[in-house]
């Protein structure tokens, strides 16, 4: 079984498009993330959950909206995709709001903006 | 400054050397290191984590922290092939509200 899990793996799509990306964990976490991991392998917090509270909204446009309709799920919504926001995001979890510094990381999904 | 600064590379290490990975933090109040690793196309694992001063063994990895010069390394002994992937240090912040990584160092273990 898939501790941390992410759709889609990829997409591709044009400028101005909206997109989402979903992310399910099945260890029982409380705590949920979202990071971007550029080109350059910067890996960077963008959101964090705790059992679907938002305890951490970094500097990011607010085009990019998380939601967490349980503390298994959390979701990121893009509208009007720019080039820029290419990147592989990645989802994550921890036991509580990163008590042992173990964050487990889901497979990652690469967003191609054209 | 960046909040957690490592060389890029990437590090060229023989099979069988010593490979060493740096990596320094800005927040003096930081408690808690972490070293992940990240195969090519694949997800951030964790290998190490240190929270006191001193070295911390485990297997062929050695994390050493010193707090007092806000750095902490990775050590790998008997290098093999499949240590080849992308190091990326991590440090919770003093306020212990987030992970702050590192852009990673890029090793690869020549045969």
């Known amino acids: 079984d898939t501790a941390v899990s992410q759709t889609p793996k990829y997409l591709v799509t044009q400028m101005g498009n909206d997109k989402s990306i979903k992310c399910e964990q099945n260890?029982?976490?409380?705590?949920m993330y979202w990071y971007k991991q550029d080109s350059k392998k910067f890996l960077k917090i963008m959101f964090s959950?705790?059992?679907?509270?938002?305890?951490i909204n970094e500097t990011v446009p607010n085009r990019f909206s998380p939601k967490s309709p349980d503390k298994a799920h959390l979701n990121l919504h893009i509208n009007s995709l720019e080039l820029g926001d290419s990147a592989v995001y990645f989802c994550?979890?921890?036991?509580?709001?990163?008590?042992?510094?173990?964050?487990?990381f889901g497979e990652g999904s690469r967003l191609t903006v054209l | 400054q960046k909040e957690v600064e490592q060389n890029s590379g990437p590090l060229s290490v023989p099979e069988g050397a010593i490979a060493s990975l740096n990596c320094t933090y800005s927040?003096?109040?930081?408690?808690?290191f972490f070293w992940y690793r990240q195969y090519s196309g694949k997800s951030p694992e964790l290998i190490m984590s240190?929270?006191?001063?001193g070295d911390k063994e485990d297997g062929r990895f050695t994390a050493q922290l010193n707090k007092a010069s806000q750095y902490v390394s990775l050590l790998i002994r008997d290098s093999q092939p499949s240590d080849s992937a992308t190091y990326l240090c991590a440090v919770m912040t003093s306020s212990a509200s987030k992970i702050i990584f590192g852009s990673g160092t890029r090793l690869s273990i020549r045969p």
């Open positions: 927040d003096r109040g930081s408690q808690s």
């Open positions: 260890l029982g976490h409380d705590t």
């Open positions: 959950y705790n059992n679907k509270e938002l305890i």
């Open positions: 240190i929270y006191s001063n």
């Open positions: 994550a979890s921890s036991g509580q709001a990163y008590s042992t510094g173990e964050l487990f």
